[in-house]
């Protein structure tokens, strides 16, 4: 089966609703005058954007739109909250969960991503669930027992047709935003790892479906190596994701 090629921009807390949308348009236009293969593009902005993102989208192109982050509570008295719901009711189709940020910044374990991961699909998100070991596990050699850890608890209790909606991450925490990029080769080796516990844990048709990215450091230089590799099937982009031209360069590098 052919599994999908995706990029997808992780812009993290920066841009004014007017600056994103701006960078969006930029985006936007030169996906349509330059982008030409299959592959799919999510932007994941803060939730400000999402409504005037999602709706420039559906009028312009087929970029999708995700949020970073979103509440394991279905409504209520949850102050400052953010609803599966309510993110699904702007347009957006995508959801990050488990960004190594709000595991190390905001304490989220294990246990909470999985509700978050439910949440999500109960309300027809799909989440880009993200993992990824420290740069203390990889040097104690104990990052494939964490990145195992992180699978079971956080995804592997769904069911083989709720998993195959979801989008895989891995995201090498020493590498984000560090300018560190893993090799393709040490890339490789954890996806591959990754496919063989989805294997282990489901069956080998629901593991070649499923979309494994790599995010860490990935820019235009080093992007065509890294998904040139088996196992690696796109992007998950942080700071090349808010400059347009190196953007639309890594998306790019699947139709070279
Ligand atoms: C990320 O935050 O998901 C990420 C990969 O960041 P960067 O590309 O900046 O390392």
Not at 132 to 147: K, P
Not at 151 to 157: A, D, E, S
Not at 183 to 195: G, L
Not at 215 to 230: H, I, M, R, T, W
Request: net charge negative; charged share 20%; aromatic share 8%.
């Amino acid at each position: 089966m052919m599994r999908k090629k995706i990029v997808a921009g992780n812009w993290k807390m920066n841009l004014s609703l007017q600056e994103g949308v701006s960078l969006f348009s930029e985006i936007a236009n030169m996906v349509k005058d330059e982008v030409r293969g299959e592959q799919e593009i999510i932007v994941c902005s803060s939730f400000i954007h999402l409504a005037s993102l999602s709706n420039y989208s559906k009028s312009q192109n087929n970029i999708h739109i995700g949020a970073q982050n979103l509440s394991h509570e279905e409504n209520g008295a949850f102050t400052g909250e953010i609803s599966a719901l309510q993110i699904r009711s702007t347009g957006a189709s995508h959801a990050i969960i488990g960004h190594s940020e709000r595991r190390a910044i905001f304490g989220e374990s294990n246990e909470l991503l999985s509700q978050k991961v439910n949440k999500a699909i109960e309300h027809g998100l799909t989440p880009i669930f993200c993992i990824g070991e420290t740069q203390e596990e990889r040097e104690s050699g104990s990052f494939f027992e964490v990145l195992k850890e992180q699978l079971k608890k956080g995804v592997f209790h769904l069911s083989a047709q709720d998993f195959s909606k979801i989008i895989l991450a891995y995201e090498p925490v020493w590498a984000i935003g560090t300018g560190l990029t893993a090799s393709p080769d040490q890339a490789q080796e954890v996806h591959a790892f990754i496919r063989e516990e989805i294997v282990n844990q489901y069956n080998q048709e629901v593991a070649d479906s499923i979309s494994i990215l790599y995010g860490g450091s990935c820019n235009p230089g080093n992007a065509g190596e890294l998904f040139a590799k088996d196992d690696i099937d796109g992007g998950l982009i942080g700071g090349a994701s808010l400059k347009s031209r190196d953007f639309l360069d890594i998306i790019n590098v699947f139709n070279v």
